[in-house]
């Protein structure tokens, strides 16, 4: 067994390691193509990006949340006491913002409308996302989704690890932890150690 790869790769002389076909993309897959410009945030760290329905942008990092016109000027800014680490935005224009280990709420002028219970200091917040009356928040520290209502009410945690009904729960080895709410209300999460989707969390 060669651990330090002296004896080379071991392929024959007639391999050729040519990838140059497969840097050419068909062009009928490309559905999508570049609109507007690089919007500048101006901020050391970006955490999250929202779209509003009005079509700005939403991006929040450091402490603040600052919203720019899709011809990317800024908009106004939201200034947050701690650093923000996801965000949402539901149709009534709320935002729903996912800080280490809480969420809190925002009017679309900036106020702050809530501040929902600590989950404690083992909690990492890391995706949230909203449904009608419905909020989901993904925490990577506790390996677990949270749903709740829009009041802050816990209703579910869903896939904590259950040896008895024989549930392995999250694998989540970093704090990279993501969900996603289609249109129907179902409730995608990321299993980010087994590679999967998990479909789905919450009907």
Same mark, same amino acid.
């Given at each position: ?8 790769? !071991? ?23 570049? *609109? ?11 955490? $999250? +990006?929202? @779209? ?10 450091? %402490?603040? @949340?600052?919203?720019?016109?899709? *011809? !990317? ?10 650093? =923000? ?8 224009? %709320? ?15 900036? %106020?702050?409308? $809530?501040?929902?219970?600590?989950? !404690? ?13 419905? +909020?989901? +928040? ?32 999250? +694998?989540?080895?970093? =704090?990279?932890?993501?969900? $996603? ?5 179902? *409730? ?11 479909? =789905?969390?919450?009907?």
């Amino acid at each position: 067994l060669d651990t330090t790869g002296e004896k080379g790769s !071991g392929l024959g002389d007639e391999f050729i390691y040519d990838v140059k076909d497969l840097a050419k993309i068909d062009p009928n897959l490309i559905l999508y193509e570049e *609109s507007a410009g690089v919007i500048s945030t101006g901020l050391k760290t970006a955490r $999250a +990006v929202a @779209i509003v329905l009005e079509g700005r942008v939403c991006v929040a990092g450091d %402490k603040v @949340i600052r919203i720019f016109a899709d *011809s !990317g000027d800024l908009v106004r800014e939201v200034k947050l006491a701690d650093s =923000p680490r996801c965000l949402t935005v539901a149709n009534d224009g %709320k935002f729903y913002i996912g800080m280490k280990e809480h969420v809190e709420v925002y009017d679309g002028r900036g %106020k702050r409308l $809530a501040t929902w219970q600590s989950l !404690g200091d083992d909690a990492i917040l890391t995706s949230i996302a909203v449904y009608k009356s419905d +909020v989901f +928040v993904a925490d990577a520290g506790n390996r677990i989704v949270l749903h709740y209502d829009t009041t802050g009410k816990l209703i579910n945690r869903i896939g904590a690890k259950d040896k008895d009904k024989d549930i392995p729960g999250f +694998v989540v080895p970093s =704090p990279y932890f993501d969900l $996603a709410v289609a249109r129907l209300g179902i *409730s995608n999460g990321v299993c980010p150690r087994s590679l999967l989707i998990i479909l =789905p969390l919450f009907w």
